[in-house]
């Protein structure tokens, strides 16, 4: 009876040390914020007027950090697979992705136009007094007068914002929060605590609300494939298809006019709400094939246990 393998007893640490590597990735995000803030400080160099540079320095930052955490993160873990997942994504995968991205965008947009229309029948109502806080918040414009925004600051921020910033918050919410919870949670309840994290983040109800939903839908694609890169592409897609190409529109970059504006605009919208279906049929896909696999990897669990038994 040699063979017979005893499951290890879980100690108290197996369960600590995921919380302590969540709250140390939230620290070192945070960290970064600050750190990037007093170096511009010291530089003299105003934050407001060129926000561009410091979202774009505040997220490397932070890449570096979290990256530089990951990598150590055996030091919370027994087992040599922690830390955030990333593989080499497949075509077939990408563009099932990149269909819940723009349904993504679809389910946000139709979430605002019910919050225009609320705070729209209920004038000086908490919800338009929130949606004001939220056009202040998100407007790049709301401290600093366009003319005084250089183009190579609006460069810098249109690149964080696009590609810097999710590549941060991907590593951060997916990959060292949401990873940890898969661990020792069922899916569904780690998805759901990691999604209230990243809305609670975002600061003001609004955007807690539609991040929250973001959360969820993007948790389940990392639940479902283990692999950053495709909520990294979500996460992309959704930040420049979201804002990012609007800025540069208004910004006077190309010149367009106001009814050709307008139809780009009514034309994303139209597709992005399309798209709405499609993004839960991928969903779907991802979820059968992650239900299959797992069934496979049980199969062979339950046939290396009886080989060792036999042993």
Same mark, same amino acid.
């Given at each position: ?22 709250a140390s990735a939230v620290t070192i995000f945070f960290a970064a914020q600050y750190a990037a803030a007093i170096l511009m400080f010291a ?18 930052? +932070?890449? @570096? %950090?979290? #990256? ?10 027994? &087992?040599?697979? /922690?830390? $955030? ?36 029948? +209920?004038? @000086? %109502?908490? #919800? ?10 998100? &407007?790049?414009? /709301?401290? $600093? ?32 929060i949401l990873g940890p919870l898969l661990k020792k949670y069922h899916g569904a309840l780690a998805v759901i605590i990691s999604a209230v ?63 050709t504006m307008n139809a780009i605009y009514s034309y994303s919208y139209l597709f992005q709400f399309s798209m709405i279906i499609p993004c ?32």
């Amino acid at each position: 009876m040699s063979g017979i393998t005893v499951k290890k007893k879980k100690r108290i640490g197996d369960y600590l040390f995921p919380l302590v590597s969540i709250a140390s990735a939230v620290t070192i995000f945070f960290a970064a914020q600050y750190a990037a803030a007093i170096l511009m400080f010291a530089l003299k160099i105003d934050s407001q007027k060129y926000e561009g540079a410091f979202v774009m320095l505040y997220n490397v930052l +932070a890449i @570096g %950090g979290l #990256v530089v955490f990951s990598s150590q993160s055996r030091f919370f873990y027994s &087992d040599k697979n /922690s830390g $955030v997942h990333y593989k080499k994504p497949e075509m077939i995968k990408v563009i099932l992705v990149i269909m819940i991205a723009f349904g993504l965008l679809g389910l946000v947009h139709t979430y605002m136009v019910a919050a225009t229309t609320i705070a729209d029948h +209920a004038k @000086g %109502g908490v #919800v338009e007094q929130e949606l004001e806080k939220y056009s202040e918040a998100v &407007d790049r414009y /709301s401290e $600093v007068e366009v003319e005084e925004v250089s183009k190579a600051d609006k460069i810098f921020y249109y690149v964080g914002v696009a590609f810097v910033v999710p590549l941060a918050e991907e590593l951060l919410f997916r990959g060292l929060i949401l990873g940890p919870l898969l661990k020792k949670y069922h899916g569904a309840l780690a998805v759901i605590i990691s999604a209230v994290i990243f809305g609670v983040m975002h600061g003001i109800s609004i955007h807690i609300g539609y991040a929250f939903m973001s959360g969820i839908i993007i948790g389940c694609v990392y639940c479902f494939t283990r692999n950053i890169a495709y909520t990294y592409i979500i996460h992309m897609i959704f930040n420049f298809f979201g804002s990012i190409i609007h800025m540069i529109l208004e910004d006077g970059w190309f010149t367009v006019s106001e009814n050709t504006m307008n139809a780009i605009y009514s034309y994303s919208y139209l597709f992005q709400f399309s798209m709405i279906i499609p993004c839960f049929v991928a969903l779907f896909i991802f979820y059968a094939r992650y239900k299959k696999q797992r069934q496979l990897e049980k199969k062979q669990e339950e046939s290396e246990e009886k080989e060792t038994i036999e042993a």
